[in-house]
Structures are given as C-alpha cells and as structure tokens.
C-alpha cells in the first residue's frame, strides 16, 4: 500500500470536479459579443469594397450560423445529462470501494474479472491505464477523438466557446483558475523534487535544477468524461532548447504523476514542405515571416517548397535566391513539378525529397499560414517518431477588409494576430497543417494520391493515424495564424470536395455579428438617417 502511495505520487486530494457546460443560454449573440475586446466595429458599418453579395446571400450565412448553434445546444444538452449520470455512478462506485475498505471481515477473496477493485489506489491507477497515456488508442474517425486545449500562466486557448466563451480568454472562473494554479505548481514540484525514476526519454540521468513559475512555458489538458484529466507540461530555462516536460492526470480524483522527463530540442530540425502554385504574391509575404522568425531567430529549419505548373516559377526562384543571398541561408530545396497541382502530391514528394538523414520532423504548412518562433518549440514538443503526430488547430482571420472596415487603411498583418471573435475563429475542420515525423508518415502510407483538389487528402490522413496506434495530438495553438484570402471552388471539384469549399467559403467571410450589419445595412443607414435629422433639427429649435 505504501509503496502503491509512492509510486503514484497522489499531489492533492480534492474532491471529484464536474466541468459543466451551461448551453440553456438564449442566441442573442450581440448581447455575448459585447463583452468580448479587441477589434469590436459592431456600431459602425464595416467598408465592403464592392462586395458582390446581395442580403439574401449573407441571411442564408447567418441562418446556417443559427441553425449550427442550435444543434450545439442541444447536443450539449445531452452530454451534460450523460456527463451527470456517469457521475452519479462514479460517486456510487467510489462509496461502495470506501464502505468495503472500511468494513470488517475478509475482503479481495472473490476472483473474477468483472471484480470490483478493492483498493481505491488500485482503481484510479486503472483509469491511468485506460486513458490514452502511454499508447495510442484506436479510433473510428475523426470526430471522436478528445482534443485538447492549450494554456499559458495568463491565457486560456480553447475550441469549445459556446454563445459567452472566447477563443482566446483569461481564465475568469475561480475553478478554472485554481486548477490551472494547482496543475503548474505540482509540476514544478515534480521537477524540483524529482524521483529516482525520473529521467531523460532515453533514460539518462537529469541535472538537478530548481524551475519557478516563471520557466512554465504552456501547457495542454484534455478531460475524458469516463477516464480524467490528462495535462501535459512544458517548462524551460531563458534561452534554452532543453525543455522538462510532465505529465500529470487527474482520474476524476486526486492528481496523479504519470512522468517526469527531459527533452532536448536544440538538435530537431524542422523540414517545412510548403505545396504551391501560382499564388506568387502569398509566397513574398511568406518568405517574409519565414525569414524573420527561422531564419533570425530559430535557426534550426529548413524549406522545400514543391511547384507546380511553369508560370510564376520564375519568380518564386528569385524570391528563394534573393533570400539566400541576403541572410546566407541554403537550407532549402525548390522542386519543380510539370503536373497539374495536388496538394496531397506535393506534400508527399517533398516529404520524399529529403536526403540529409533517414528522419526529419516535418511541418506540411500552406502559402496563406503566419506562424510564430513558439509554434516552432510546440511543434517539436509534441511529436515523437513512432509514438506521436501533431495536428494543431489553426487560428483562421476573416476578410479584412470587413473586421477593419471602419478604418481608412488596414493595420499591417502583425497587428491583426489577434484572437477575437471578430477578427477570426479556431479552423477546427481543417486537418491541413501537420507536425510528424517523416517515418511515421512514410510507415503510415502517406496521403492517397488518387485524390486531387481541395481537403479531402488531408482527412484520409488523419484517419489512418486515428486508427493507427500512434497518439494523435489535437490542440488550438496560439501561434498559428490562417491568413485570410478570396476562395474559389472549381467546377471540376467532386460534390463533396465542392460542398466542403463552399462551407469553407462562407465560414472565412466573417463573424456572425458582422454578417449581421452587412444583412441589416440598409435599416443600420436609415436609422443613422433618422438619428441625424433628429439631432439637427433640436439644434436649429
């Protein structure tokens, strides 16, 4: 017993928490917008550039919003009564473990499988085991698996936002900001005060070194109904690629210390394959977020761009060679391909091109993403050769051109990686970018290249390692940036690909608070027309 109490090092004892997700709120989405910040033009009229679309077009959009949020609220309706029941028999099987602990006579003398643990210790470490720990769990698609959500010592970052969350908030509730509290400080303590099993991922020894809160670097969670909490904590010296990473997971009880581990990154290049035709403007602007934050800062990536077609190759040449010449960078490789484009085929020859070792961990990335020097660090933290793939959510920005439409001139783009519900949403249909180990990717059979045009590739591959044994890391992630661009879907599309494209479409448009003011622009203009000759009119009296 003793021993069981050490090696599952139980931090706190606290009592079983319920996170329940109020949907009975009304969808007065004004009335939750206003207490969001940041760029909020919802009492001005947003510029629309000779924007094409008539009321009806933008009515449909916000019908379909309308109709999507509806169905959350019901679907979430249904999880609570679920989440309440599984509860109910948690707390009825815990009391029954506690009674038999506590009453006299022989216990454990029944054998048989179906048997009741009978020691509480026992049982949380039983969730452990079923809770996608060590080993990747099988899964049947893309929808079921739990992802998790991202947090800082001040900032939350989480998909599920409901009509009052933001994508982006301080963690406002007491419970929510005790947990976080309470899971940083036991991993500081878990660093700081490390068992003898404690050591590198090859087993190595660490350097005994003292962490404060200020070296927390972020963190994940992910809550499993039936199983628990699991948490995976980054921590880092200033201006060190050697990170501590733990994890810990709470079974709907105590926390309890799955691992204490050192990770080296300094050594982990980054291969990011970028697939393009055409688009030779995006690519400027790519190159120029590509050489401020790899170039001068990480130092440890390097770029294969594959292009197809003969137009514009030219130029992308020249853009690559100049860069070259200016920072002394040749860590990159130009492919060009003579076929019609595919991005699934583009991914798969660069992946294929490298030539500089049998491993590299790749970053399938795309012309319109911005991304910062931490996503760089997340990347590597959370993708291990045969054991674990990275697929990041990606913050996506609306058009511009309506989130800053009250403006005479748009603020540069650095100035728009905000996130707000107005300025964008977390893309969390999109399976495109990707963080993996080019092994895994070739063991896995890489994308089905019989496929061509927009999305479909990407998906297929991430049901193969949702079926896979590997553990598949889904988490929004602040640095990641999906620029916002005008979208065409092809005739040539299948129905699904093309229905896929349309949706897509209409979800990068706008928010919901701004389709609004564009469907209701004309009453908003009447009513300032009133208004005005109101108030003109008291002035002359």
Avoid at 99 to 111: A, Y
Avoid at 268 to 275: A, E, G, L, R, Y
Avoid at 291 to 311: P, W
Wanted: hydrophobic share 35%; charged share 25%.
């Amino acid at each position: 017993m003793h021993h069981d109490c050490k090696r599952l090092r139980i931090c706190h004892n606290r009592n079983e928490e319920a996170w329940l997700i109020d949907s009975t709120q009304s969808l007065r989405y004004a009335q939750a917008r206003a207490a969001s910040a940041g760029p909020d033009v919802s009492h001005v009229l947003p510029g629309l550039g000779g924007e094409p679309y008539g009321k009806e077009y933008y009515q449909a959009l916000l019908q379909e919003q309308e109709e999507r949020h509806l169905s959350r609220a019901a679907s979430l309706k249904r999880q609570i009564a679920q989440l309440k029941q599984e509860l109910q028999e948690m707390n009825d099987k815990l009391k029954t473990l506690q009674e038999k602990k506590e009453s006299p006579g022989p216990q454990g003398l029944v054998d048989g499988k179906d048997q009741e643990p009978s020691d509480l210790l026992e049982f949380l470490h039983s969730q452990i085991d079923k809770a996608e720990v060590s080993t990747g769990a099988r899964i049947p698609s893309e929808y079921a698996l739990v992802p998790f959500e991202s947090f800082t010592t001040t900032k939350v970052y989480q998909l599920e936002m409901g009509l009052t969350r933001h994508p982006e908030e301080k963690p406002v509730r007491k419970d929510r900001r005790d947990e976080l509290v309470e899971v940083i400080e036991a991993g500081l303590d878990v660093i700081n005060n490390p068992d003898e099993e404690d050591g590198q991922e090859d087993d190595m020894p660490m350097q005994r070194q003292t962490f404060t809160e200020s070296h927390f670097v972020e963190g994940l969670y992910r809550t499993e109904r039936d199983k628990g909490t699991l948490y995976e904590l980054y921590f880092a010296k200033e201006n060190s690629h050697e990170f501590r990473h733990v994890t810990l997971f709470r079974p709907f009880g105590p926390l309890m210390k799955v691992r204490s581990t050192s990770v080296d990154t300094a050594s982990t290049i980054i291969n990011i394959i970028v697939p393009l035709s055409g688009r030779t403007e995006a690519f400027v602007q790519f190159l120029h977020n590509f050489r401020e934050v790899c170039i001068l800062q990480d130092k440890r990536v390097h770029l294969t761009v594959v292009y197809f077609g003969e137009e514009g190759l030219q130029e992308v040449k020249s853009s690559l060679q100049k860069m070259s010449s200016e920072e002394s960078f040749t860590n990159y490789t130009l492919i060009p391909v003579d076929e019609e484009f595919s991005r699934g085929r583009g991914l798969d020859i660069g992946a294929h091109a490298w030539t500089k070792g049998s491993d590299v961990l790749m970053f399938f990335c795309d012309v319109d993403i911005y991304f910062t020097l931490e996503f760089l660090s997340t990347c590597r933290l959370n993708t291990t050769p045969g054991k674990r793939v990275f697929y990041p959510v990606v913050f996506s920005l609306y058009n511009p051109s309506i989130v800053y439409g009250n403006l005479e001139l748009l603020p540069p783009i650095e100035h728009q990686l905000i996130h707000k519900k107005d300025a964008g949403f977390w893309r969390d249909f999109g399976f495109g970018m990707t963080c993996q180990y080019r092994s895994d990717f070739l063991n896995i059979g890489g994308f089905d290249l019989e496929v061509k045009g927009w999305g479909v590739e990407d998906v297929h591959l991430y049901r193969k390692y949702l079926r896979s044994d590997l553990i598949v890391m889904r988490t929004p992630v602040s640095g990641l940036f999906h620029l916002w661009h005008e979208k065409l879907c092809a005739d040539e599309l299948t129905p699904e690909q093309y229905r896929m494209c349309i949706q897509s479409k209409a979800m990068n448009e706008a928010s919901h608070s701004h389709l609004g003011m564009l469907v209701f622009r004309e009453e908003i203009e009447n009513h300032l027309r009133k208004q005005a000759y109101k108030t003109q009119s008291r002035a002359e009296d």
